[in-house]
């Protein structure tokens, strides 16, 4: 069956078609008022934000770190300065696949494996946020050049010239004034934040470190205008970094190369003082080694050489070497068994080469087996006779002997600006009780009279002790920065001077270190021959191993370094003391023999003249006057 034909309602669908029309007007409509409501929303209610925003990516604020203080010597020798260098920089944020483009780097500059895994440690480790990190130091004019031609493969990266530190004396002064190296972590935690944005290193040790703070100076800023791909377009603003301060050390290039060559390659320790202000003239420890690898980086290999080495380099002697004192203290015991009043410089002892206890039938040998008999203070001092001092430890005890030992810097911090330093152990009654759980025995106080037992002390140390002999109890501090910018160091918290109830006791001391250098029958004459000044010694001798009761020491059964350390202290002019020296060689076996000869040469290289002759400041003939006009 057919169906009908439908005829089509034109009307129906003109209605259709006109609503559809409206409907798509007003959609419309509604669609441009949204748009023009977000408009007006984002440029005119937001328009504070968005525009520092857009700001903000076109304007960058870039920190300057401020050039690091130079450090010189006493006579104006740098010892650390700030060399050119360029180096390769990566900033995470800004490289993408930052992994991926340190094979790049690997592959352009044709490294190694172990140079990418040292790169990925160092992008690893803590830092701000778009702050480039540098990776490679002391670029080649080739590595640039490289690293140019391929710089679109190397987003993030860029070649920055800086300065980096350098220390031209290498070795010289490797223990005194340190290092710089990387901030690690742990430091990055503590530092300035703002102050610290751009710069990558910091003092490790010595000076540079204890001085971190004067020597950075203030970080600085610029304001730069920059193009998508983050180039610098142009400088907006300026505010320069201040600089670091320079300090001038106390410390004598002459005199450290002197102190050198008179340990002559031996493991040990030489520190020179100017008693009169608490100056170091001299620190050397040996070994030492080169602090430049250090800066921009030491390797593995190198790194585990030097800690691994059986000479040490690393240790600091002077600041961190423990050594009981030996006979080098007799001169603070016998001042104070004097200020005590427990012997007079008459008081006389007879020595038959030991010493026994009431009651107890323990020898205390002295050094010389066939005693000295009869001695006074004079004479035991020149003579380092153990027997006396056994005694006079003994009479002080060891409340007053530790005391007393206390006020010399025995057991303390000596020094005003070397943080390293150990305060060594000055042992004592409620010590022992604390540590040991033991009670003090008689027999360990002899043995403190005469620098063993417990008693531990730094290079440093003794000569502290023995600068306060020379200065008569007056206090000094050491200290390694004679200036700084200008200024002389404050001590903020001075240690309290030495006063005896009679002061001749401070020379009577004095005269009794003389004769071990010039007495007849001193220890130490052999190395005062010849001397143009009066010089005021004593010598030391430390055991590594104890023997037994009744044996005598046999270099040849003992192996190197089990041997006894040679230590000598003293000081000259000793009627107007200019320098003091404490001198420890490791292994030396005679203080005497081994240490005197390092100090006389060192005193030699500070009081003696080009010519041989006393510089007339110290004594000396005075210097034959310039000739201003020629003979007609």
């Keep these: ?76 020798v740098v010892v650390a300065d700030n060399r050119p260098s360029f180096s390769l920089s990566m900033t995470r944020e800004r490289s993408g696949d930052w992994k991926q483009v340190l094979d790049v780097i690997v592959e352009v500059l044709q490294l190694t494996p172990e140079d990418r895994a040292v790169f990925e440690k160092r992008m690893r480790q803590g830092r701000r946020p778009f702050e480039p990190v540098p990776i490679l130091f002391e670029l080649t004019e080739e590595q640039i ?180 004192p030996g006979s080098t203290i007799k001169p603070a015991v016998a001042i104070a068994g004097l200020d005590a009043g427990v012997v007079t410089a008459s008081s006389r002892v007879y020595d038959p080469g030991y010493y026994m206890l009431p009651n107890y039938d323990h020898k205390y040998r002295n050094w010389n087996r066939s005693g000295d008999g009869y001695v006074d203070l004079d004479t035991a001092i020149m003579r380092s006779n153990d027997t006396y001092f056994y005694d006079l430890a003994h009479k002080l005890g060891i409340d007053r002997l530790s005391a007393y030992m206390g006020k010399f810097g025995l057991g303390q911090k000596v020094s005003l600006d070397m943080f390293e330093e150990s305060p060594g152990l000055m042992p004592s009654r409620e010590w022992k009780r604390a540590t040991r759980r033991q009670a003090w025995f008689p027999g360990e106080t002899l043995i403190l009279g005469i620098g063993q037992g417990y008693m531990q002390a730094t290079p440093l140390q003794l000569a502290q002790a023995t600068a306060l002999v020379a200065n008569k109890g007056v206090w000094n501090r050491p200290h390694l920065a004679r200036t700084i910018e200008g200024e002389k160091p404050v001590d903020d918290n001075p240690i309290p001077d030495i006063v005896l109830r009679d002061p001749s006791d401070w020379t009577k001391v004095n005269h009794g270190m003389q004769q071990v250098m010039h007495g007849a029958r001193g220890t130490a004459r052999k190395a005062a021959v010849g001397a143009q000044y009066r010089i005021a010694g004593k010598s030391g001798t430390a055991q590594v191993v104890a023997i037994k009761q009744g044996e005598k020491y046999d270099r040849s059964k003992v192996q190197e370094r089990h041997r006894d350390h040679a230590l000598f202290v003293g000081f000259a002019p000793a009627e107007d003391p200019k320098i003091v020296v404490a001198v420890m060689v490791e292994n030396g076996e005679s203080g005497s023999g081994v240490a005197a000869p390092v100090v006389r040469q060192v005193m030699d290289a500070w009081l003696l003249a080009d010519d041989g002759r006393l510089k007339p400041e110290y004594g000396g003939p005075p210097s034959s006057p310039e000739v201003t006009a020629r003979e007609e």
């Design 1 to 76: 069956m057919t169906q009908p034909i439908r005829i089509k309602d034109h009307e129906k669908d003109a209605r259709l078609v006109r609503a559809r029309v409206v409907f798509g007007a007003v959609l419309v409509v509604v669609l441009m008022c949204v748009l023009i409501a977000r408009l007006y929303f984002l440029q005119v209610i937001q328009y504070d934000y968005h525009s520092t925003l857009s700001e903000n990516n076109r304007v960058h604020v870039q920190p300057i770190p401020p050039t690091r203080g130079l450090i010189f010597d006493r006579n104006g």
């Design 145 to 324: 050049a490289r690293i140019a031609v391929n710089q679109f493969r190397l987003p993030g990266v860029e070649v920055v010239a800086q300065l980096v530190r350098h220390y031209p004396q290498g070795p010289h002064f490797a223990h005194s004034v340190g290092y710089m190296g990387r901030i690690n972590e742990k430091e990055l935690k503590t530092l300035d934040p703002i102050n610290y944005s751009g710069t990558h290193h910091i003092g490790k040790t010595g000076i540079e470190r204890f001085y971190e703070a004067e020597l950075h100076g203030q970080v600085g800023n610029e304001e730069v205008e920059t193009n998508a791909r983050g180039r610098v377009l142009r400088v907006l603003k300026r505010t320069d970094p201040v600089p670091g301060k320079d300090i001038v050390l106390s410390l004598d290039i002459k005199l450290q190369e002197a102190a050198e060559m008179a340990l002559g390659g031996r493991r040990g320790a030489v520190v020179a003082l100017d008693p009169k202000t608490g100056e170091v003239l001299a620190m050397v420890s040996q070994p030492s080694f080169d602090p430049n690898p250090f800066v921009t980086g030491i390797s593995f290999k190198a790194y585990a050489e030097l800690r691994d080495s059986i000479d040490r380099p690393l240790f600091n002697r002077v600041l961190r070497g423990l050594y009981p």
